[in-house]
Protein backbone atom coordinates (compact mmCIF):
# COMPACT_ATOMS: atom_id res chain seq x y z
CA UNK A 1 0.00 0.00 0.00
CA UNK A 2 1.15 3.58 -0.02
CA UNK A 3 1.00 6.19 2.80
CA UNK A 4 2.70 9.06 3.59
CA UNK A 5 2.02 11.60 6.32
CA UNK A 6 3.38 15.39 7.20
CA UNK A 7 2.43 17.93 8.97
CA UNK A 8 -0.85 20.06 7.85
CA UNK A 9 0.89 23.51 8.74
CA UNK A 10 4.06 24.89 9.96
CA UNK A 11 4.66 28.32 11.24
CA UNK A 12 8.27 29.90 11.56
CA UNK A 13 10.27 33.23 11.97
CA UNK A 14 12.23 35.00 9.34
CA UNK A 15 15.63 34.61 9.60
CA UNK A 16 14.84 31.25 11.63
CA UNK A 17 15.34 27.48 10.63
CA UNK A 18 12.19 24.43 10.20
CA UNK A 19 12.51 21.31 9.41
CA UNK A 20 9.36 19.73 8.03
CA UNK A 21 9.17 15.88 8.44
CA UNK A 22 7.92 12.83 6.21
CA UNK A 23 6.95 9.33 6.78
CA UNK A 24 6.02 7.22 3.89
CA UNK A 25 4.70 3.20 3.32
CA UNK A 26 5.53 2.95 -0.57
CA UNK A 27 5.29 -0.44 -2.45
CA UNK A 28 8.36 -0.14 -4.75
CA UNK A 29 10.27 2.50 -3.48
CA UNK A 30 12.87 4.20 -5.04
CA UNK A 31 13.59 7.87 -3.85
CA UNK A 32 11.74 10.90 -2.20
CA UNK A 33 10.42 13.97 -3.93
CA UNK A 34 10.23 17.40 -2.02
CA UNK A 35 8.18 20.13 -3.86
CA UNK A 36 7.22 23.37 -3.53
CA UNK A 37 4.08 24.97 -4.45
CA UNK A 38 3.19 28.65 -3.75
CA UNK A 39 -0.32 29.33 -3.26
CA UNK A 40 -2.34 29.12 -6.99
CA UNK A 41 0.54 27.90 -8.04
CA UNK A 42 2.05 24.91 -9.38
CA UNK A 43 4.29 22.09 -7.91
CA UNK A 44 8.14 23.18 -8.54
CA UNK A 45 10.83 20.51 -7.86
CA UNK A 46 13.14 20.70 -4.81
CA UNK A 47 14.98 17.98 -4.52
CA UNK A 48 15.37 14.34 -4.61
CA UNK A 49 16.88 11.55 -2.16
CA UNK A 50 17.77 7.96 -3.05
CA UNK A 51 20.27 7.44 -1.02
CA UNK A 52 20.45 7.68 2.84
CA UNK A 53 21.80 10.94 4.34
CA UNK A 54 21.28 14.78 3.39
CA UNK A 55 21.82 16.59 0.58
CA UNK A 56 22.34 20.01 0.66
CA UNK A 57 21.21 22.70 -1.78
CA UNK A 58 21.55 26.16 -1.16
CA UNK A 59 19.08 27.11 1.98
CA UNK A 60 17.22 24.07 1.42
CA UNK A 61 18.54 20.62 2.49
CA UNK A 62 16.87 16.95 2.21
CA UNK A 63 17.38 13.83 4.29
CA UNK A 64 16.21 10.53 4.00
CA UNK A 65 16.40 7.21 6.08
CA UNK A 66 15.33 4.37 3.75
CA UNK A 67 15.17 2.05 6.83
CA UNK A 68 13.08 4.39 8.70
CA UNK A 69 10.41 5.50 6.31
CA UNK A 70 11.46 8.92 6.68
CA UNK A 71 12.38 11.96 5.35
CA UNK A 72 13.01 15.57 6.67
CA UNK A 73 13.18 19.37 4.36
CA UNK A 74 15.63 21.97 6.27
CA UNK A 75 14.73 25.11 5.49
CA UNK A 76 17.60 27.52 6.49
CA UNK A 77 17.66 31.63 6.68
CA UNK A 78 13.77 31.85 6.04
CA UNK A 79 12.69 34.30 4.20
CA UNK A 80 8.75 35.78 3.89
CA UNK A 81 8.52 34.00 -0.03
CA UNK A 82 9.15 30.79 1.64
CA UNK A 83 5.89 30.96 3.13
CA UNK A 84 4.46 27.93 0.89
CA UNK A 85 2.84 24.49 0.93
CA UNK A 86 5.73 21.08 0.80
CA UNK A 87 5.00 18.47 -0.65
CA UNK A 88 6.43 15.13 0.00
CA UNK A 89 6.25 12.47 -2.60
CA UNK A 90 7.66 9.03 -3.01
CA UNK A 91 7.91 7.16 -6.08
CA UNK A 92 6.83 3.87 -6.60
CA UNK A 93 7.22 1.29 -9.53
CA UNK A 94 5.76 3.89 -12.21
CA UNK A 95 4.34 7.25 -10.41
CA UNK A 96 5.09 9.30 -7.58
CA UNK A 97 2.37 9.25 -4.52
CA UNK A 98 2.27 13.15 -2.61
CA UNK A 99 1.60 13.57 0.95
CA UNK A 100 -0.89 16.38 1.29
CA UNK A 101 1.71 18.88 1.77
CA UNK A 102 2.43 21.08 4.54
CA UNK A 103 1.16 24.68 4.43
CA UNK A 104 4.49 26.70 5.97
CA UNK A 105 3.96 30.31 6.94
CA UNK A 106 6.70 32.79 7.88
CA UNK A 107 6.00 35.30 10.13
CA UNK A 108 8.10 38.45 10.54
CA UNK B 1 9.19 28.45 -25.50
CA UNK B 2 9.70 25.07 -24.07
CA UNK B 3 7.86 23.70 -21.29
CA UNK B 4 4.30 22.76 -20.50
CA UNK B 5 1.11 24.02 -20.91
CA UNK B 6 -2.58 23.34 -20.07
CA UNK B 7 -5.47 24.93 -21.52
CA UNK B 8 -7.83 26.33 -20.55
CA UNK B 9 -6.54 27.96 -17.41
CA UNK B 10 -9.94 28.32 -16.11
CA UNK B 11 -13.70 26.48 -16.75
CA UNK B 12 -16.79 26.81 -15.44
CA UNK B 13 -19.13 24.12 -16.82
CA UNK B 14 -22.40 22.36 -15.66
CA UNK B 15 -23.44 18.83 -14.32
CA UNK B 16 -23.53 16.21 -17.33
CA UNK B 17 -21.71 18.54 -19.81
CA UNK B 18 -18.64 17.03 -21.56
CA UNK B 19 -15.21 18.93 -20.58
CA UNK B 20 -11.72 18.25 -22.27
CA UNK B 21 -8.82 19.94 -20.32
CA UNK B 22 -5.59 20.22 -22.60
CA UNK B 23 -1.83 19.30 -21.89
CA UNK B 24 0.95 19.79 -24.34
CA UNK B 25 4.61 19.58 -23.39
CA UNK B 26 7.56 20.38 -25.62
CA UNK B 27 10.15 18.28 -23.93
CA UNK B 28 9.09 15.49 -25.80
CA UNK B 29 9.22 13.48 -22.37
CA UNK B 30 8.03 10.00 -22.54
CA UNK B 31 5.65 10.07 -19.21
CA UNK B 32 2.65 12.35 -18.91
CA UNK B 33 0.36 12.44 -15.67
CA UNK B 34 -3.04 13.90 -14.87
CA UNK B 35 -3.73 14.59 -11.32
CA UNK B 36 -6.06 16.52 -9.10
CA UNK B 37 -5.64 18.62 -6.51
CA UNK B 38 -8.38 19.05 -3.44
CA UNK B 39 -8.04 20.57 0.11
CA UNK B 40 -7.36 17.53 2.79
CA UNK B 41 -5.91 15.55 -0.06
CA UNK B 42 -3.31 16.70 -1.80
CA UNK B 43 -2.25 15.57 -5.41
CA UNK B 44 -3.94 12.52 -6.74
CA UNK B 45 -3.35 10.90 -9.46
CA UNK B 46 -6.07 10.43 -12.35
CA UNK B 47 -3.87 8.93 -15.42
CA UNK B 48 -0.65 8.60 -16.52
CA UNK B 49 0.93 7.55 -20.05
CA UNK B 50 4.18 5.81 -20.40
CA UNK B 51 4.46 7.09 -24.30
CA UNK B 52 1.76 7.60 -27.32
CA UNK B 53 -0.87 5.30 -27.29
CA UNK B 54 0.02 3.83 -23.64
CA UNK B 55 -1.58 4.90 -20.57
CA UNK B 56 -2.83 3.21 -17.28
CA UNK B 57 -4.81 4.13 -14.42
CA UNK B 58 -4.10 6.44 -11.65
CA UNK B 59 -6.00 6.63 -7.99
CA UNK B 60 -8.78 8.37 -8.89
CA UNK B 61 -9.69 7.38 -12.62
CA UNK B 62 -13.34 7.06 -11.97
CA UNK B 63 -15.48 9.66 -14.77
CA UNK B 64 -12.19 10.21 -16.63
CA UNK B 65 -11.16 9.50 -19.95
CA UNK B 66 -7.22 9.94 -21.69
CA UNK B 67 -5.61 9.84 -25.03
CA UNK B 68 -2.27 9.80 -25.88
CA UNK B 69 -1.63 9.63 -30.06
CA UNK B 70 0.97 12.00 -30.35
CA UNK B 71 3.93 12.47 -27.50
CA UNK B 72 3.52 15.66 -26.52
CA UNK B 73 -0.29 16.06 -26.29
CA UNK B 74 -1.83 14.21 -23.26
CA UNK B 75 -6.04 15.62 -23.61
CA UNK B 76 -8.11 14.47 -20.26
CA UNK B 77 -11.75 14.30 -20.97
CA UNK B 78 -14.76 14.18 -18.20
CA UNK B 79 -17.33 12.28 -19.97
CA UNK B 80 -19.67 13.74 -18.36
CA UNK B 81 -18.86 16.48 -15.29
CA UNK B 82 -20.19 15.81 -11.49
CA UNK B 83 -20.06 18.82 -8.60
CA UNK B 84 -17.29 16.33 -7.62
CA UNK B 85 -14.94 16.65 -10.56
CA UNK B 86 -14.56 20.49 -9.30
CA UNK B 87 -10.66 20.36 -8.62
CA UNK B 88 -7.82 22.10 -9.41
CA UNK B 89 -5.88 19.85 -12.20
CA UNK B 90 -3.02 19.42 -13.42
CA UNK B 91 -0.65 18.14 -15.86
CA UNK B 92 3.05 16.91 -15.19
CA UNK B 93 5.91 15.30 -17.63
CA UNK B 94 8.87 13.75 -17.41
CA UNK B 95 11.36 11.40 -19.04
CA UNK B 96 10.79 8.54 -16.73
CA UNK B 97 8.49 7.81 -13.13
CA UNK B 98 11.37 7.66 -10.73
CA UNK B 99 12.81 11.38 -12.65
CA UNK B 100 11.62 14.96 -11.82
CA UNK B 101 8.34 15.75 -12.63
CA UNK B 102 7.98 18.89 -14.27
CA UNK B 103 3.77 20.50 -13.54
CA UNK B 104 1.78 22.74 -16.21
CA UNK B 105 -0.05 25.82 -14.50
CA UNK B 106 -2.94 24.11 -13.65
CA UNK B 107 -6.64 24.46 -14.72
CA UNK B 108 -9.08 25.12 -12.17
CA UNK B 109 -12.71 23.61 -12.96
CA UNK B 110 -15.59 24.26 -11.81
CA UNK B 111 -18.53 22.20 -11.96
CA UNK B 112 -22.07 23.99 -11.13
Redesign the interface.
Known amino acids: GQNIDQPTEMTATEGAIVQINCTYQTSGFNGLFWYQQHAGEAPTFLSYNVLDGLEEKGRFSSFLSRSKGYSYLLLKELQMKDSASYLCASTGANNLFFGTGTRLTVIP | DAGITQSPRYKITETGRQVTLMCHQTWSHSYM?W?RQDL??????IY?S?AADIT?K?EVPDGYVVSRSKTENFPLTLESATRSQTSVY?CASSGH??E???????TRLLVL
Open positions: FYGHGLRLYADGFPRTQYFGPG
